[in-house]
């Protein structure tokens, strides 16, 4: 069973722009990551944020943790045509050795020129 | 540093068949996990594989098998092939060892078609 639900399903905008994506989820959880999926291939690990952090930076990525809420937000920057891809956070339940990671149904991304 | 790997990248198979497919992990990495993608849909897990053994499982039916080698590389095997299970399997390997983290990297995938 999926885990959580990214929102929007689907979001399109032009280059240069800022993108959000949100995800929520259902049970407490070790740590949640964001991984990008172009085009039905491998996924990309993009950023890994454990349940005691509330706010994480990489490159043009800011991730943001509430877990009161149960939920999780990613931020790109100053959008590119590459960033056109499927989005998918992650939850890791117990992390460590008994680390399994529950997906959403996760948010596709267009960046037009 | 080789990522992780998968072999075959496609397969096509009918219903009833068998069908292995086969992950090396990313070097320094001793654990493998298995994930099914539906077309249209997130990553599912199926099991995990450390020290060659089935540490955890998700809910799929005993159909589902798998192995790991001493040299960590992991096998799925898959018998009585549906129609459903017609979908992109991932392999994803990590580490236990603290130091490394628990971030899983995946690799491209092979997608099977059953007909």
């Known amino acids: 069973s999926q885990q959580g639900e990214e929102d929007p399903q689907a979001l399109s905008i032009q280059e240069g722009e800022n993108a959000t994506m949100n995800c929520s989820y259902k049970t407490s959880i070790n740590n949640l990551q964001w991984y990008r999926q172009n085009s039905g291939r491998g996924l990309v690990h993009l950023i890994l944020?454990?349940?005691?952090?509330r706010e994480k930076h990489s490159g043009r990525l800011r991730v943001t943790l509430d877990t009161s809420k149960k939920s999780s937000s990613l931020l790109i920057t100053a959008s590119r045509a590459a960033d056109t891809a499927s989005y998918f956070c992650a939850t890791d339940a117990r992390g460590g050795t008994a680390s399994k990671l529950t997906f959403g149904t996760g948010t596709r991304l267009q960046v037009t020129l | 540093d080789a990522g992780v790997t998968q072999s075959p990248t496609h397969l096509i198979k009918t219903r009833g068949q068998q069908v292995t497919l086969r992950c090396s992990p990313k070097?320094?990495?001793?654990?493998v996990s298995w994930y099914q993608q539906a077309l249209g849909q997130g990553p599912q897990f199926i099991f995990q594989?450390?020290?060659?053994?089935?540490?955890q499982r998700g809910n799929f039916p005993d159909r589902f098998s798998g192995h790991q080698f001493p040299n960590y590389s992991s096998e799925l095997n898959v018998n009585a092939l549906l129609l459903g299970d017609s979908a992109l399997y991932l392999c994803a390997s990590s580490s236990l060892d603290r130091d490394v983290g628990d971030t899983q990297y995946f690799g491209p995938g092979t997608r099977l078609t059953v007909l």
């Open positions: 594989y450390y020290e060659e053994e089935e540490r």
């Open positions: 944020i454990r349940s005691n952090e």
């Open positions: 070097s320094g990495h001793d654990t």
